[in-house]
């Protein structure tokens, strides 16, 4: 039917990649296992098909994708090296992203069983983003789906759809409305600031799987449209769950802030916090281990 994707089947060639599995699906889009023929390298294929004028807005967010992953170069953010459009000279109807395939699981998926791994994973994001925005991009979109991880914990940023250049302001709202700032959905300018409340939203999601109250509200409604104070202030990690570190709690508290001034400045901040705060876990994890603190603790 003209309204549904169309797959490519196994053995395809596209552009020189042939086509060895479908392994997920979007709103307008199909991603494939794929191997480049003259490397052998094997890719992650993103097929995006334009069936309606709707769906343009798709093909506008896979080339700011592949153009921003362009501009960056980071091990926590995923490697987009070739676009490939197909139709007419004035009118692309589909176009393929060549991506960096990325063998794990979402954060949402699949949250860390640690505190431990959990800040390793948010140390290694807050740098690929503080990469970002020392390149004058803003990710936009971070929550826990754009994060994933590999077995070994090793984390990749993904989905740069909604990337933008540094202190734009978009001609529409964009953006999760669980990790939304408030500036998005005011329409107001788009800073590295924004991306330290999505972020902290999403810290916050993995300590407590619970979501911050947004300047979105239920229904897409608007909250506090002509004034921030109205949006309703999150509960404290450390209230939900207890057991967590109170440097982490006072730094996500912090990154999700209304105001953008009262949030930490830059996310060079945050993952300088985050390195500290796993230092000191790791350290207390050591010392619990020592053959002296078994001792103690027996005494105890």
């Known amino acids: 039917m003209a309204d549904e994707l169309v797959a490519k089947q196994k053995g395809d060639v596209i552009e020189g990649h042939r086509i060895l599995a479908e392994i997920g699906r979007g709103a307008a889009s199909i991603i494939y296992l794929a191997q480049d023929?003259?490397?052998?390298?094997?890719?992650?294929?993103?097929?995006?098909?334009?069936?309606?004028?709707?769906?343009?807005?798709?093909l506008d967010q896979a080339e700011i994708?592949?153009?921003?992953?362009?501009?960056?170069?980071?091990?926590?953010i995923r490697k987009i090296p070739k676009l490939i459009k197909k139709g007419t000279l004035l009118r692309t109807k589909e176009l393929f992203l060549v991506m960096e395939l990325v063998d794990g699981m979402s954060m949402e998926r699949h949250p860390p069983a640690t505190f431990e791994s959990?800040?390793?994973i948010f140390r290694q994001v807050a740098h690929g983003l503080g990469?970002?925005?020392?390149?004058?991009?803003?990710?936009?979109?971070?929550k826990p789906n754009n994060i994933v991880v590999s077995d070994d914990g090793t984390a990749k940023i993904i989905d740069l759809g909604?990337?933008?250049?540094?202190?734009?302001?978009?001609?529409?709202?964009?953006?999760?409305?669980?990790?939304?700032?408030?500036?998005?959905?005011?329409r107001r300018a788009i800073t590295e600031r924004t991306d330290v409340y999505n972020f902290g939203a999403t810290m916050y999601w993995v300590?407590?799987?619970?979501?911050?109250?947004?300047?979105?509200?239920r229904?897409?409604?608007?909250?506090?449209?002509?004034d921030d104070n109205l949006i309703e202030k999150p509960a404290r990690t450390?209230?939900?769950?207890?057991?967590?570190?109170?440097?982490?709690?006072?730094?996500?508290?912090?990154?999700?802030?209304?105001?953008?001034?009262?949030?930490?400045?830059s996310m060079r901040e945050v993952a300088d916090r985050l390195e500290l705060i796993l230092g000191k876990l790791r350290a207390e994890r050591s010392m619990r281990q020592s053959p002296a603190a078994q001792v103690v603790d027996e005494e105890a």
């Open 65 to 76: 994708e592949q153009k921003t992953a362009q501009a960056l170069s980071h091990p926590a």
């Open 162 to 186: 909604q990337s933008c250049k540094a202190g734009t302001i978009k001609p529409r709202i964009q953006g999760t409305p669980d990790y939304i700032a408030p500036e998005q959905v005011h």
């Open 131 to 142: 990469h970002m925005h020392g390149r004058g991009y803003i990710h936009a979109d971070m």
């Open 118 to 120: 959990a800040i390793d």
């Open 37 to 58: 023929q003259r490397t052998k390298q094997i890719w992650a294929l993103k097929h995006v098909q334009k069936l309606s004028e709707k769906d343009q807005r798709f």
């Open 219 to 226: 229904g897409d409604s608007l909250v506090g449209s002509k």
């Open 207 to 217: 300590m407590t799987r619970k979501n911050i109250p947004t300047a979105l509200g």
């Open 238 to 265: 450390v209230e939900i769950n207890p057991r967590v570190p109170q440097m982490l709690d006072e730094l996500i508290m912090r990154c999700v802030e209304v105001n953008p001034d009262d949030r930490p400045a």
